[in-house]
């Protein structure tokens, strides 16, 4: 063939993958990360392009994936291909492996274990238990009160988990220690996740009460665990059902340290983001009257003066807007990771085995270019039309993440929410203090870091919110 005359073809290769200034020896960037993590990974946003790498451990390549599309390949069309990193990894030697922190076909085969305790049917049976939990944690409010939004929320959260975990199962002096110990473990995984691994060997206070509590919600579950094996009584709770849980593949049921990672991980991960989810709604609800009236309003219309029931989460279409967006701008998770296990091809980049790749839906989800006026808490531009209109970008939102790794408790999450703040709307309204700025933290979840509100009567509050049992 004669290709005298021909136009050569050119190959273009992509941009080279920028590296984040800042990154000292053997700390990486780990200092401007404890500093402000939020910051930092905002600024990567601004300042570098698809992709930016970063050190969190030295010797290790971390890569930020900051692209909707390229996100989203990560998450579902890489998913089955990819170990789920750092993040999860450190999740899983701090508390075991689980759900939640396994990969592979070790995960799908916890999944479908697990899966029946997050159906719709079980789902709808928790929600009497998380009205009653949040109608007693407003009874214990007085008007007048100067609160701490997020510690109230922490609390709630964690009675709300616990108790449909552990209904009947444990008594109360074991349930509060449970409780306590549970908050010293949620505190203590962010930080772990941010710094080197050598640092969590060092004999510090913070690291003693880390394993201390983490040790101690260890025996209390595994306690819990060997009695109802013993007994052979059936609850009606989670941990009931996980003892009754078998794989599937050789029919072997789960042992008690399998059953006790599986409630570690799913008590911290769950009640952590819950507690900063519902901490954000009701201070948004108290910057926007108008918005917190229109949630009271469509309470009322839908239910009168009846308990809240699973079936009333369909028809409070405003309320679940609310809670979309409050997960959009004030998304928990500020690092997500998965690691890549051979040669990977994401977009237009071949990607070494072992690299570590991660992304911030908390930053992404503040992008103007997929957000119109994305630091307005707006519940209306998930109507069905403004969503049409916006043609918003696959990838661009994950409020539960995507792939065969999404959530397996996003129904349950989204339940507690809404039970929670239909039953506190109905009883009580917020205020802030004039001027009060709340600033965004990110330890295991972003959270406000001071969040102090002045609880009011609602006037003529239903009796649900006024009585423990909702009746």
């Known amino acids: 063939m004669n290709l005298k005359g021909a136009l050569p073809v050119t190959l273009t290769a992509p941009p ?13 960037h780990a200092p401007q990360l404890m500093r402000d993590n939020l910051g930092f990974i905002a600024s990567l946003r601004a300042n570098y392009g698809s992709l930016v790498e970063i050190t969190l451990q030295p010797g290790t390549r971390t890569i930020i994936v ?28 701090l508390l075991g492996d689980s759900v939640v922190t396994a990969a592979g076909q070790t995960h799908v085969r916890k999944r ?13 049976r928790y929600v009497d238990i998380m009205r009653e939990e949040a109608a007693t944690a407003v009874t214990g409010w007085t008007p007048g009160q100067t609160l701490d939004v997020r ?27 449970l409780r306590h110990d549970l908050s010293v473990v949620m505190n203590g995984v962010g930080a772990r996740i941010m710094l080197p691994d050598w640092v969590e060997r060092l004999p510090l206070p913070f690291n003693r009460r880390f394993n201390e509590a ?71 609800l108290a910057r926007e009257p108008a918005i917190e009236a229109r949630v009271h309003r469509e309470a009322v219309e839908v239910l009168g003066d009846r308990p ?15 809670i979309t967006e409050a997960v959009r701008l004030h998304h928990t998770g500020w690092l997500v990771t998965r690691r890549t296990v051979k040669e990977t091809r ?42 049409k209109q916006k043609n ?29 703040i239909v039953t506190i709307v109905r009883a009580v309204r917020f205020e802030l203090d004039p001027g009060q700025t709340v600033e965004p933290v990110a330890r295991a979840t972003v959270r406000p870091r001071t969040l102090r509100m002045t609880v009011r009567p609602r006037e003529g509050s239903d009796s649900e919110a006024a009585t423990p049992s909702g009746a």
Not at 74 to 90: C, I, N, Q, T
Not at 157 to 168: H, V
Not at 347 to 376: K, M, V
């Open 16 to 28: 080279p993958i920028e590296r984040a200034a800042g990154s000292l020896p053997l700390l990486g």
């Open 66 to 93: 900051q692209d909707p599309a390229l996100i989203r390949q990560m998450l579902v069309d890489l998913g089955p291909s990819l170990d789920k990193g750092r993040f999860f990894e450190k999740m899983g030697q």
């Open 112 to 124: 479908r274990q697990l899966q029946p305790a997050f159906a719709h049917a079980e789902i709808a």
């Open 151 to 177: 510690e109230a929320m922490v609390k709630l959260s964690l009675d709300m988990l616990a108790k449909t975990i552990f209904s009947g199962s444990l008594d109360d002096a074991t349930f509060r220690r």
């Open 214 to 284: 983490r040790d101690a919600v260890r025996a209390t579950i595994t306690t819990a665990v060997d009695e109802l094996q013993e007994t052979g009584h059936n609850t009606g709770d989670m941990l009931s059902m996980l003892l009754r849980a078998t794989d599937k593949e050789t029919g072997e049921p789960l042992s008690s340290y399998q059953i006790c990672s599986e409630i570690l991980t799913l008590a911290v991960a769950g009640t952590e983001t819950t507690a900063s989810v519902l901490s954000w709604i009701l201070y948004e």
């Open 308 to 322: 809240m029931a699973f079936a009333d989460l369909t028809r409070l279409p405003y309320l679940n807007r609310v």
């Open 346 to 387: 994401l977009g237009d980049w071949t990607i070494p085995a072992g690299t570590e790749l991660a992304y911030c839906q908390h930053a992404l989800h503040r992008d103007s270019r997929y957000f119109p006026d994305p630091l307005a808490f707006n519940p209306d531009r998930w109507l069905d039309d403004a969503q």
């Open 392 to 420: 918003l970008q696959p990838g661009a939102f994950l409020p539960f993440g995507a792939g065969k790794h999404k959530c397996i408790g996003d129904d349950f999450a989204r339940t507690e929410m809404a039970t929670a």
